[in-house]
């Protein structure tokens, strides 16, 4: 193999490459292929590479890799992503992707992509920050007052005016990126806990925005993603 195909797509500026094990031989996964393909000067460059493989319970499972050469545990973005992209070629109106611990639902909705994203659980919290685990582990800021963890994602809360909540992020193993899914999840999560209400949410990250709706036990994630371009890898 000297040569792979991928695809990339990016929701609200958070972008992926995707393989597609699938219909594609994939090479070894391993620390320097993935730092090489995502690397932006002498790569194609993304937050996280995501790749497709087969799966006994879902239409496809799907392994999250930060730029680092980490893998990750999910992916609220890259699953809507993946979710339009299976779509479009299964000719399905929604579809199934498993995870290490769970299986996603993906749907077309007048919105963009709408994937029901599990539970969310508070694992820890104080007066400055919220701690929740939603498949990968985040740490939700509302008051810069304590250290960040660097063993986690990070979501820091800039503002709020009733329902619509402004948010950066830094995402362990890829750094400071435009949007996260799992943190727009994790970040409503904390606000619920902390107000004692659950209701909709429009998260807005660098990047844009989403819809966070639902309740701890079972998040939705919505928002329009896009595929920006088809190409060819060379491995050698």
Avoid at 169 to 198: D, N, Q, Y
Wanted: charged share 20%; hydrophobic share 40%; net charge negative.
């Amino acid at each position: 193999m000297t040569s792979l195909p991928f695809t990339k797509m990016q929701a609200q500026g958070n972008d992926f490459i995707v393989l597609n094990g699938l219909t594609t031989e994939l090479p070894l996964l391993n620390v320097a292929f993935v730092r090489r393909i995502t690397e932006r000067r002498y790569g194609i460059g993304c937050d996280q590479l995501l790749v497709l493989e087969k799966s006994e319970t879902a239409d496809a499972a799907m392994r999250i890799f930060n730029s680092d050469g980490s893998e990750a545990a999910n992916c609220g973005n890259g699953l809507r992503c993946v979710g339009q992209l299976l779509m479009q070629e299964l000719g399905k109106e929604c579809v199934t992707i498993a995870l290490a611990d769970r299986d996603v639902h993906a749907e077309t909705t007048v919105n963009g992509i709408c994937v029901d994203m599990g539970a969310a659980t508070v694992t820890d919290s104080t007066d400055a920050h919220v701690d929740i685990d939603i498949g990968n582990e985040h740490s939700v800021f509302f008051d810069a007052t304590e250290e960040f963890p660097t063993d986690r994602n990070v979501e820091i809360v800039t503002g709020q005016i009733a329902s619509h909540v402004y948010i950066d992020i830094i995402e362990r193993g890829s750094g400071r990126t435009l949007a996260c899914g799992t943190g727009a999840c994790a970040t409503a999560a904390a606000i619920w806990f902390k107000e004692g209400e659950v209701r909709p949410l429009t998260i807005e990250m660098p990047g844009g925005t989403v819809t966070v709706s639902g309740c701890a036990k079972n998040i939705t994630l919505e928002g329009p993603v896009r595929k920006t371009f088809d190409g060819v890898f060379s491995i050698y």
